[in-house]
Protein backbone atom coordinates (compact mmCIF):
# COMPACT_ATOMS: atom_id res chain seq x y z
CA UNK A 1 0.00 0.00 0.00
CA UNK A 2 1.31 3.42 -1.17
CA UNK A 3 1.52 6.09 1.19
CA UNK A 4 -0.75 8.23 -0.78
CA UNK A 5 -3.13 5.68 -0.61
CA UNK A 6 -2.77 5.36 2.82
CA UNK A 7 -3.75 8.66 3.41
CA UNK A 8 -6.13 8.92 1.40
CA UNK A 9 -8.03 6.11 3.27
CA UNK A 10 -7.29 7.86 6.78
CA UNK A 11 -9.09 10.92 4.89
CA UNK A 12 -11.90 8.99 3.91
CA UNK A 13 -12.54 7.27 7.48
CA UNK A 14 -11.70 10.80 9.34
CA UNK A 15 -14.61 11.76 7.29
CA UNK A 16 -17.31 9.16 8.20
CA UNK A 17 -16.42 9.18 11.72
CA UNK A 18 -16.69 13.34 11.63
CA UNK A 19 -20.59 11.83 10.42
CA UNK A 20 -21.18 9.31 11.98
CA UNK A 21 -23.47 8.76 15.01
CA UNK A 22 -22.77 5.04 16.01
CA UNK A 23 -19.18 3.68 15.68
CA UNK A 24 -18.45 -0.37 16.54
CA UNK A 25 -14.89 -1.26 16.62
CA UNK A 26 -14.06 -4.88 16.91
CA UNK A 27 -10.43 -5.41 18.33
CA UNK A 28 -7.88 -8.49 18.21
CA UNK A 29 -4.62 -8.89 19.75
CA UNK A 30 -2.96 -7.09 17.06
CA UNK A 31 -4.06 -3.54 18.98
CA UNK A 32 -1.82 -4.85 22.02
CA UNK A 33 1.29 -6.27 20.16
CA UNK A 34 2.77 -2.35 20.59
CA UNK A 35 1.85 -2.80 24.28
CA UNK A 36 4.25 -5.76 24.40
CA UNK A 37 1.50 -8.57 24.50
CA UNK A 38 2.07 -11.25 21.77
CA UNK A 39 -0.51 -12.08 19.18
CA UNK A 40 -1.98 -15.50 18.79
CA UNK A 41 -0.90 -15.95 15.67
CA UNK A 42 2.38 -14.53 15.69
CA UNK A 43 5.73 -16.11 17.43
CA UNK A 44 4.27 -16.89 20.60
CA UNK A 45 6.46 -19.21 22.39
CA UNK A 46 6.09 -22.20 24.61
CA UNK A 47 5.48 -22.14 28.24
CA UNK A 48 7.55 -25.22 29.63
CA UNK A 49 6.80 -27.70 27.06
CA UNK A 50 3.40 -26.53 26.66
CA UNK A 51 1.13 -24.76 23.60
CA UNK A 52 -1.36 -22.10 24.92
CA UNK A 53 -3.88 -24.32 22.81
CA UNK A 54 -3.10 -27.48 24.76
CA UNK A 55 -3.49 -25.80 28.40
CA UNK A 56 -6.31 -22.86 27.38
CA UNK A 57 -9.11 -25.90 27.42
CA UNK A 58 -11.62 -27.24 29.91
CA UNK A 59 -10.04 -30.90 29.77
CA UNK A 60 -6.90 -29.79 30.47
CA UNK A 61 -8.37 -27.86 33.82
CA UNK A 62 -9.98 -31.43 34.60
CA UNK A 63 -6.85 -33.08 34.72
CA UNK A 64 -4.52 -30.36 36.16
CA UNK A 65 -6.24 -27.06 37.46
CA UNK A 66 -2.69 -26.41 39.06
CA UNK A 67 -0.60 -26.76 35.75
CA UNK A 68 -3.54 -24.58 34.06
CA UNK A 69 -3.24 -22.18 37.08
CA UNK A 70 0.43 -21.78 36.94
CA UNK A 71 0.67 -21.08 33.52
CA UNK A 72 -2.17 -18.47 34.21
CA UNK A 73 -0.01 -16.90 36.61
CA UNK A 74 2.75 -16.93 34.03
CA UNK A 75 0.07 -14.90 31.58
CA UNK A 76 -1.02 -12.61 34.43
CA UNK A 77 2.64 -11.57 35.26
CA UNK A 78 3.84 -10.79 31.72
CA UNK A 79 0.71 -8.75 31.43
CA UNK A 80 0.84 -7.11 34.91
CA UNK A 81 3.79 -4.38 33.86
CA UNK A 82 1.78 -3.74 30.53
CA UNK A 83 -0.08 -0.40 29.88
CA UNK A 84 -2.30 0.97 26.77
CA UNK A 85 -0.56 2.31 23.52
CA UNK A 86 -1.25 5.13 21.40
CA UNK A 87 -4.17 2.99 20.05
CA UNK A 88 -6.32 1.98 23.08
CA UNK A 89 -5.85 5.39 24.46
CA UNK A 90 -7.46 7.19 20.93
CA UNK A 91 -10.08 4.89 21.39
CA UNK A 92 -11.28 6.17 24.92
CA UNK A 93 -10.93 9.33 23.61
CA UNK A 94 -13.28 8.44 20.24
CA UNK A 95 -16.18 7.31 22.83
CA UNK A 96 -16.12 10.23 24.66
CA UNK A 97 -17.14 12.08 21.53
CA UNK A 98 -19.89 10.14 20.61
CA UNK A 99 -23.46 9.07 21.25
CA UNK A 100 -23.10 5.38 20.54
CA UNK A 101 -19.88 3.56 20.98
CA UNK A 102 -18.99 0.24 21.62
CA UNK A 103 -15.97 -1.48 21.66
CA UNK A 104 -15.85 -5.30 21.32
CA UNK A 105 -12.74 -7.10 21.60
CA UNK A 106 -11.58 -10.61 22.00
CA UNK A 107 -8.30 -9.60 24.24
CA UNK A 108 -8.35 -10.37 27.64
CA UNK A 109 -5.75 -8.37 28.68
CA UNK A 110 -7.88 -5.64 29.92
CA UNK A 111 -5.86 -2.58 28.44
CA UNK A 112 -8.67 -0.80 26.51
CA UNK A 113 -10.68 -0.54 30.00
CA UNK A 114 -7.00 0.61 31.51
CA UNK A 115 -7.31 3.25 28.72
CA UNK A 116 -10.40 4.82 29.78
CA UNK A 117 -13.32 2.72 27.47
CA UNK A 118 -16.13 2.11 29.41
CA UNK A 119 -18.45 0.43 26.71
CA UNK A 120 -16.28 -2.68 26.03
CA UNK A 121 -17.75 -5.98 25.23
CA UNK A 122 -15.31 -8.81 26.13
CA UNK A 123 -16.04 -11.89 23.78
CA UNK A 124 -13.33 -13.99 25.55
CA UNK A 125 -13.23 -12.66 29.06
CA UNK A 126 -10.61 -11.33 31.12
CA UNK A 127 -7.59 -12.27 32.56
CA UNK A 128 -8.01 -10.22 35.83
CA UNK A 129 -11.00 -11.81 36.80
CA UNK A 130 -12.19 -15.45 38.03
CA UNK A 131 -15.25 -17.42 38.23
CA UNK A 132 -16.31 -20.02 40.44
CA UNK A 133 -16.43 -23.59 38.76
CA UNK A 134 -19.85 -23.96 40.64
CA UNK A 135 -21.57 -21.00 41.95
CA UNK A 136 -20.44 -18.68 39.01
CA UNK A 137 -19.74 -16.14 41.00
CA UNK A 138 -17.61 -13.59 38.99
CA UNK A 139 -14.80 -11.37 40.44
CA UNK A 140 -12.20 -9.12 40.07
CA UNK A 141 -8.37 -10.49 41.24
CA UNK A 142 -5.58 -8.85 39.61
CA UNK A 143 -2.94 -10.37 42.68
CA UNK A 144 0.20 -11.45 40.63
CA UNK A 145 0.78 -14.21 41.34
CA UNK A 146 -2.50 -15.64 42.50
CA UNK A 147 -2.11 -17.87 45.50
CA UNK A 148 -2.80 -21.39 44.27
CA UNK A 149 -5.21 -23.07 44.14
CA UNK A 150 -7.71 -20.51 44.63
CA UNK A 151 -11.35 -21.04 46.03
CA UNK A 152 -14.89 -19.21 46.36
CA UNK A 153 -15.38 -17.26 48.87
CA UNK A 154 -19.33 -18.20 49.01
CA UNK A 155 -18.80 -21.37 48.40
CA UNK A 156 -15.36 -23.01 48.71
CA UNK A 157 -15.37 -24.34 45.49
CA UNK A 158 -12.41 -24.36 42.74
CA UNK A 159 -11.56 -20.78 40.75
CA UNK A 160 -10.98 -20.33 37.01
CA UNK A 161 -9.93 -17.78 34.90
CA UNK A 162 -12.47 -15.93 33.41
CA UNK A 163 -11.85 -16.53 29.70
CA UNK A 164 -13.34 -18.74 27.22
CA UNK A 165 -10.73 -21.75 26.69
CA UNK A 166 -10.32 -23.51 23.25
CA UNK A 167 -14.03 -25.73 22.78
CA UNK A 168 -16.20 -23.49 24.90
CA UNK A 169 -18.89 -21.16 23.77
CA UNK A 170 -19.13 -17.45 24.24
CA UNK A 171 -21.50 -15.97 26.67
CA UNK A 172 -24.72 -15.74 24.79
CA UNK A 173 -25.88 -12.33 26.65
CA UNK A 174 -22.66 -10.82 25.39
CA UNK A 175 -22.55 -12.39 21.66
CA UNK A 176 -26.21 -11.08 21.40
CA UNK A 177 -25.43 -7.12 22.73
CA UNK A 178 -22.36 -7.58 19.84
CA UNK A 179 -24.12 -8.43 17.41
CA UNK A 180 -26.90 -5.98 17.86
CA UNK A 181 -24.58 -3.28 17.98
CA UNK A 182 -22.85 -4.47 14.78
CA UNK A 183 -25.86 -4.56 13.38
CA UNK A 184 -26.60 -0.96 13.44
CA UNK A 185 -23.74 1.08 13.53
CA UNK A 186 -22.75 3.48 10.58
CA UNK A 187 -18.66 3.26 11.30
CA UNK A 188 -17.34 0.06 12.03
CA UNK A 189 -13.54 -0.69 13.03
CA UNK A 190 -11.71 -3.80 12.77
CA UNK A 191 -8.59 -3.68 14.55
CA UNK A 192 -5.67 -6.12 14.44
CA UNK A 193 -7.60 -9.24 14.51
CA UNK A 194 -6.26 -11.88 11.53
CA UNK A 195 -10.01 -12.62 10.96
CA UNK A 196 -9.42 -16.66 11.90
CA UNK A 197 -11.87 -17.00 15.25
CA UNK A 198 -15.64 -17.19 14.26
CA UNK A 199 -18.22 -15.47 15.66
CA UNK A 200 -16.18 -12.28 15.56
CA UNK A 201 -14.49 -12.89 12.02
CA UNK A 202 -17.68 -12.55 10.46
CA UNK A 203 -18.70 -9.46 12.32
CA UNK A 204 -17.36 -7.14 9.97
CA UNK A 205 -18.79 -8.56 7.41
CA UNK A 206 -22.46 -7.90 8.90
CA UNK A 207 -22.28 -4.58 9.44
CA UNK A 208 -20.44 -4.08 5.57
CA UNK A 209 -23.72 -5.83 4.87
CA UNK A 210 -25.78 -3.78 6.69
CA UNK A 211 -24.98 -0.75 5.00
CA UNK A 212 -21.56 0.37 8.01
CA UNK A 213 -18.64 1.86 6.40
CA UNK A 214 -15.94 -1.19 7.81
CA UNK A 215 -12.47 0.06 8.39
CA UNK A 216 -9.57 -2.42 8.54
CA UNK A 217 -6.52 -1.05 10.29
CA UNK A 218 -3.78 -4.55 10.27
CA UNK A 219 -0.02 -5.12 9.82
CA UNK A 220 -0.90 -7.49 6.97
CA UNK A 221 -3.96 -8.21 4.39
CA UNK A 222 -6.45 -10.43 5.84
CA UNK A 223 -8.99 -12.68 4.64
CA UNK A 224 -11.43 -10.23 4.98
CA UNK A 225 -9.40 -6.92 3.63
CA UNK A 226 -10.92 -6.95 -0.11
CA UNK A 227 -14.62 -7.27 1.28
CA UNK A 228 -14.26 -4.44 3.75
CA UNK A 229 -14.64 -0.67 2.46
CA UNK A 230 -11.16 0.28 3.60
CA UNK A 231 -8.39 -1.37 4.55
CA UNK A 232 -5.40 0.13 5.97
CA UNK A 233 -1.73 -1.50 6.37
CA UNK A 234 0.06 0.00 8.75
CA UNK A 235 0.19 -0.39 12.97
CA UNK A 236 -2.96 0.37 14.88
CA UNK A 237 -0.87 2.83 17.40
CA UNK A 238 0.23 4.69 14.65
CA UNK A 239 -3.23 4.68 11.97
CA UNK A 240 -5.50 4.80 14.81
CA UNK A 241 -4.91 8.17 16.13
CA UNK A 242 -4.95 9.78 13.04
CA UNK A 243 -8.41 8.54 12.12
CA UNK A 244 -10.18 11.57 14.44
P1 LIG B 1 -4.18 -13.08 15.92
O1 LIG B 1 -2.85 -13.33 16.58
O2 LIG B 1 -4.82 -14.20 15.20
O3 LIG B 1 -4.03 -11.88 14.90
C1 LIG B 1 -3.39 -10.70 15.22
C2 LIG B 1 -3.49 -9.79 14.02
O4 LIG B 1 -2.95 -8.55 14.38
C3 LIG B 1 -2.73 -10.29 12.78
O5 LIG B 1 -3.59 -10.20 11.66
C4 LIG B 1 -1.55 -9.30 12.67
O6 LIG B 1 -1.24 -9.02 11.31
C5 LIG B 1 -2.13 -8.07 13.34
N1 LIG B 1 -1.15 -7.18 13.97
C6 LIG B 1 -0.02 -7.50 14.65
N2 LIG B 1 0.58 -6.40 15.14
C7 LIG B 1 -0.19 -5.35 14.77
C8 LIG B 1 -0.10 -3.94 14.99
N3 LIG B 1 0.87 -3.38 15.68
N4 LIG B 1 -1.08 -3.16 14.46
C9 LIG B 1 -2.09 -3.71 13.74
N5 LIG B 1 -2.23 -5.03 13.52
C10 LIG B 1 -1.29 -5.84 14.02
O7 LIG B 1 -5.15 -12.50 17.06
P2 LIG B 1 -6.74 -12.41 17.10
O8 LIG B 1 -7.28 -12.13 15.74
O9 LIG B 1 -7.09 -11.49 18.21
O10 LIG B 1 -9.20 -16.61 21.21
O11 LIG B 1 -7.11 -13.87 17.50
C11 LIG B 1 -8.45 -14.17 17.73
C12 LIG B 1 -8.60 -15.19 18.81
O12 LIG B 1 -7.81 -16.33 18.50
C13 LIG B 1 -8.06 -14.78 20.16
O13 LIG B 1 -8.93 -13.96 20.89
C14 LIG B 1 -7.92 -16.11 20.84
C15 LIG B 1 -7.32 -16.94 19.71
O14 LIG B 1 -7.74 -18.25 19.64
C16 LIG B 1 -9.36 -17.21 22.40
O15 LIG B 1 -8.46 -17.32 23.19
C17 LIG B 1 -10.73 -17.75 22.64
Redesign the pocket.
Known sequence: MSQHSVEKSICTVRDALAEAKSVVVL?????S??SGVP????Q?GLWRQYR??DL?TPEAFARDPKLVWEFYNWRRELLEPLRPNA?HLSLAKLENRLSSFVLIT???DGLHQMAGSRNVLE???NIWKVRCTACGRLTEDRRVPLPLLPTCEDCGALLRPH????G?TLDPGILDRAYEEVLRCEVMLV???????QP??SMGMLAGRNGALVVE????P?PYSDIYSVSIA??????VPQLF
Request: charged share 15%; proline share 0%.
Open positions: SGAGIAETFRGGATAAQNILHGVVWFEIGTSGTVAAINLETGKAGEI
